[in-house]
């Protein structure tokens, strides 16, 4: 089997014109790249590249003929595709094509899962059975609680009454972009409005110092939040992280914001936090979340991996330190979550049942590609 036909569609929402905020920087409510793989026998796969930055350096590949590495590859394989084109990065001909480092990483992550779909769909098996199946059905949370301009904390209930009226169990709120206190007092309104019987997570998008942080977690206790999402700047927080858990018994979490996945090795390493939330969207794939995964399970952490529930689903349910997904339930937020598949995974009561279609078990919707989508190749 080989791949014959590639596809290159670049997924962007309009503006709303009122933006979701996080501590540091504005979140776009869709900006992605796809990637179908046809192979010579007439199976097609898909797979998703994700960034919150500029994709004009990862579709720069492909106007200096990346697509020939793909062309003609084994999909049935993707280990070796994989380390091919990550291989890349420490090779001459990079620099001589203008191929960035962060973009190889982005466009093999979307390659691997168009394999692994492949690879799925030729077996006749869903994924997370062919990576171990450990049950067919994931818990999820909802991620809120956004700045945005304007929004007060009256608009805030309001946010999270409609989440909790829709049924959700689980609630991550955002923090990080005002003084402690304020924080808090938004936190509050989240902690009062959900109750005390469904989880709260705490995501703080890097913008804490150490000092703060630790004032952080002493004041959070009341509200008994079920993990703290990267708390502390980017620049030490291996070690800082380290320190910071040893200040306190409310679990960290972190790895969404690494380059690679020695990155995430590294947090395990330290011993630096208890949740791993890695996205296969950004790097590695699955080829590479298989081996975060199992390397959670032998040091006892959980995963919990970063966006894209739907794809991610596959890989928690597979194994033991599979713990949740998170989902963006808001079509404002995430239209793509709530468009582009024709048959997304059933989400009820703060579980998400996998689909029984082999791959991914995903079926592209051709009306929101051709709504959200601009062709490449």
């Given at each position: 089997m080989r791949v014959e036909r590639l596809e290159v569609v670049v997924l962007r929402a309009p503006e709303t014109g009122r933006p979701y905020w996080v501590s540091n920087f504005i979140v776009p409510s869709a900006n992605e790249i796809l990637i179908r793989l046809k192979t010579d026998d007439g199976i097609e796969g898909f797979g998703l590249a994700?960034?919150?930055?500029?994709?004009?350096?990862?579709?720069?590949?492909?106007?200096?003929?990346?697509?020939?590495?793909?062309?003609?590859?084994?999909?049935?394989?993707?280990?070796?595709?994989y380390k091919k084109i990550f291989g890349l990065t420490s090779?001459?001909?990079?620099?001589e094509r203008g191929w960035a480092r962060e973009a190889l990483i982005r466009i093999s992550s979307a390659v691997d899962l168009a394999c692994w779909d492949i690879m799925g769909k030729a077996a006749g098996l869903p994924l997370y059975k062919i990576f171990g199946g450990y049950r067919d059905k994931v818990?999820?949370?909802?991620?809120?609680a956004y700045y945005r301009d304007g929004k007060d904390l009256g608009e805030l209930r309001e946010e999270i009454e409609l989440l909790s009226d829709q049924g959700h169990t689980g609630f991550k709120a955002k923090v990080g972009g005002m003084a402690l206190t304020d924080d808090m007092a938004r936190l509050e309104v989240v902690r009062r409005v959900i109750g005390d019987d469904?989880?709260?997570?705490?995501?703080?998008?890097?913008?804490?110092?150490?000092?703060?942080?630790?004032?952080?977690?002493?004041?959070?206790?009341?509200?008994?939040?079920?993990?703290?999402e990267e708390p502390l700047q980017?620049?030490?927080?291996?070690?800082?992280?380290?320190?910071?858990?040893?200040?306190?018994?409310?679990?960290?979490?972190a790895g969404e914001s690494e380059l690679t996945s020695y990155g995430c090795r590294s947090l395990l390493e330290e011993q630096a936090i208890q949740i791993l939330q890695f996205d296969v969207t950004m790097f590695g794939g699955f080829t590479e979340g298989r081996k975060m995964a199992a390397l959670c399970e032998l040091n006892h952490v959980q995963v919990t991996p970063h966006h894209?529930?739907?794809?991610?689903?596959?890989l928690v349910a597979s194994t033991p330190a599979g713990c949740f997904?998170?989902?963006?339930?808001?079509?404002?937020?995430?239209?793509?979550?709530?468009?582009?598949?024709?048959?997304p995974p059933k989400m009820k009561d703060g579980w998400l049942t996998l689909n029984e279609a082999p791959g991914i078990g995903l079926t592209l919707s051709e009306a929101a590609i051709k709504k959200f989508g601009s062709q490449v190749i």
């Open positions: 994700t960034s919150y930055t500029d994709v004009a350096p990862l579709l720069s590949l492909f106007k200096s003929g990346f697509e020939n590495i793909i062309l003609g590859a084994d999909p049935l394989a993707p280990e070796k595709l090779q001459r001909i990079a620099y818990p999820y949370y909802v991620t809120c469904r989880e709260l997570m705490v995501d703080v998008n890097r913008a804490w110092d150490l000092a703060t942080a630790t004032e952080a977690v002493e004041a959070l206790l009341p509200l008994k939040p079920l993990w703290l980017w620049a030490d927080d291996r070690r800082e992280l380290k320190l910071l858990s040893q200040r306190t018994q409310i679990p960290l979490s894209d529930c739907f794809i991610h689903a596959q997904v998170e989902a963006f339930t808001d079509p404002e937020r995430d239209p793509l979550q709530a468009e582009l598949y024709e048959n």
